[in-house]
C-alpha cells in the first residue's frame, strides 16, 4: 500500500501513558505560532525518534540507512488554527548554504537554512507523523491525494488536476497512532471546528550523505 499510494497509518505505535510523558515535554515550549522546526536535539525526542523507526511496522517503511533528519511540532486547535493548501514539501534543513545548480528554493526558517535538494533525494525521503492526542474530522487531519508522490514535483495547476481525478483521504488518527507519509505527496489540511487539541510530532528520515557535500542540520 505505502509503494503504491505514498501513506499509511499506523495503530498503537505509542502506549498512552508514552503520550502523557510527551505532552508533559510539549507543555514546556512557548509557541508563537503553529509550532516549531526545532525539537530533534532534544534528548527526549531523539530518543522518541530512535523508539519510533524501531516500531515493526515503521521499520519496513522508513529504510535501515535513513537518520532522523528533523522533527517538527505542530499543535492545532480551535484558538491556535490554520489550514494549509495543497502542496508537496520540496524544502530538507541543511546545516550550510552550498553553491550549486542543482540546488534552488534557499529559505531561512527559525534560524535555519532549508534547500530544495534534487528530486532523487526527495524520493527517498518517508515523514512519520506522530499523534499525541487523537485526530478526528474535526480537528483538522491531514488530507492527501493517493499516489501523487510518483508524480514528481508538481506544479499549482498539475496537482488541481491531479485532486480532480483522485479523492483526498483524511488521515484520521488515534492517539498514539502515526500516519507515515512520502513528503512528495499532495496533501493539505483544513481548520480544525471542534474543540479538542491536535498535537503532532512530524518525523523526517532520510539518507544519511546528501549530494553536493550537503549536510542535514540536525540528525539522530
Not at 536535539?41 to 530512535?50: D, E, M, P, S
Not at 532522523?68 to 514539501?89: G, I, M, P
Amino acid at each position: 500500500m505505502f509503494q503504491e499510494q505514498g501513506f499509511e497509518i499506523v495503530r498503537s505505535i505509542l502506549t498512552d501513558v508514552e503520550c502523557a510523558e510527551i505532552k508533559a515535554e510539549l507543555a514546556k515550549f512557548k509557541l508563537s505560532g503553529a509550532g516549531t522546526r526545532n525539537l530533534l536535539g532534544t534528548h527526549w525526542c531523539t530518543a522518541l525518534a530512535a523508539k519510533v523507526r524501531l516500531h515493526p511496522t515503521i521499520a519496513r517503511l522508513v529504510p535501515q540507512t535513513h537518520i532522523a533528519a528533523q522533527c517538527t511540532y505542530f499543535e492545532k486547535s480551535k484558538e491556535r488554527n490554520w489550514l494549509v493548501s495543497l502542496h508537496q514539501d520540496l524544502s530538507i534543513p541543511v546545516a550550510a548554504r552550498i553553491d550549486h545548480p542543482g540546488l534552488s528554493g534557499w529559505s531561512e526558517k527559525e534560524g535555519g537554512i532549508y534547500v530544495q535538494p534534487p528530486l532523487s533525494v526527495l524520493e527517498e525521503i518517508v515523514a512519520v507523523r506522530v499523534h499525541i492526542d487523537p485526530c478526528g474530522h474535526d480537528d483538522g487531519p491531514l488530507k492527501v491525494v493517493p499516489g501523487t508522490h510518483t508524480l514528481g514535483i508538481i506544479g499549482p495547476e498539475a496537482g488541481l488536476i491531479a485532486r480532480s481525478k483522485t479523492q483526498e483521504v483524511p488521515c484520521i488518527a488515534e492517539q498514539g497512532s502515526a500516519v507515515v507519509i512520502r513528503p512528495l505527496i499532495l496533501h493539505a489540511s483544513s481548520k480544525a471546528s471542534g474543540h479538542s487539541l491536535r498535537r503532532v510530532l512530524h518525523f523526517v528520515f532520510g539518507p544519511k550523505v546528501l549530494p553536493y557535500g550537503l549536510r542535514w542540520q540536525t540528525a539522530a
